[in-house]
């Protein structure tokens, strides 16, 4: 079975860091870019960041630029997004989603469940 | 940044009826790079129609999209009691990813 599943949200103080990790089975990983979005409460979708199948190119949407970072394991078939100087308008689900292609150019056909990051002191 | 409409907030209909959803761009989406989601409470979205008229895989035929240019559809030929959901549009052309906000279909 085709398969996302996240994990590596829960609660973090502004200003600090967290790393989210989303596991992939059922196909080859190291084939397709891959996306990370996220979905503040009762919001709506938006884009955070992109990478390529082999990880050599980067995208990010501007208001998490410098902040995070995305990046992959092609040998452990993971994504990762390392979150910094995080702030109370990254709460949200974080989802991880497959793109269509190896490059990120199409749609995104497979999503995992998603994790919630809460930003609180 | 394209910048995504979606009309109307809120759609409410019968199961049996025909839902029509739109999405306008702020400029031309290229080469139709415009794709469908549907998301139900508590569920990641799901993926309907890309290149703004292909069906996914799996998806019944009564999800139908069209359009070009700025202006894009998705239809629902005859709603089901499954497809009461919120519907999203997303553009992906140049490296540059939008969402619109959304329009939820609720039932009459």
């Known amino acids: 079975e085709v398969q996302l599943v996240e994990s590596g949200g829960g609660l973090v103080q502004p200003g600090g860091s967290l790393r989210l990790s989303c596991a992939a089975s059922g196909f080859t990983f190291s084939s397709y870019a891959m996306h990370w979005v996220r979905q503040a409460p009762g919001k709506g979708l938006e884009y955070v960041s992109a990478?390529?199948?082999?990880?050599?190119?980067?995208y990010y949407a501007n208001s998490v630029k410098g902040r995070f970072t995305i990046s992959r394991d092609n040998s452990k078939n993971t994504l990762y997004l390392q979150m910094g100087s995080l702030r109370a308008e990254d709460m949200a689900v974080y989802y991880c989603?497959?793109?269509?292609?190896?490059?990120?150019?199409?749609?995104?056909?497979?999503w995992g469940q998603g994790t919630m990051v809460t930003v609180s002191s | 940044e394209i910048v995504l409409t979606q009309s109307p907030g809120t759609l409410s209909l019968s199961p049996g009826e025909r839902a029509t959803l739109s999405c306008r761009a702020s400029q031309s989406v290229s080469s139709s790079y415009l794709a469908w989601y549907q998301q139900k409470p508590g569920q990641a979205p799901r993926l309907l129609i890309y290149?703004?008229?292909s069906r996914a895989t799996g998806i019944p035929d009564r999800f139908s999209g069209s359009g070009s240019g700025t202006d894009f559809t998705l239809t629902i030929s005859r709603l089901e009691p499954e497809d009461f959901a919120v519907y999203y549009c997303?553009?992906?052309?140049?490296?540059?990813?939008?969402f619109g906000q959304g329009t939820k279909v609720e039932i009459k």
């Open positions: 290149g703004a008229s």
């Open positions: 997303q553009q992906y052309g140049s490296f540059r990813w939008t």
């Open positions: 989603a497959r793109d269509r292609t190896g490059y990120p150019l199409d749609a995104f056909d497979i």
């Open positions: 990478i390529s199948s082999n990880g050599g190119s980067t």
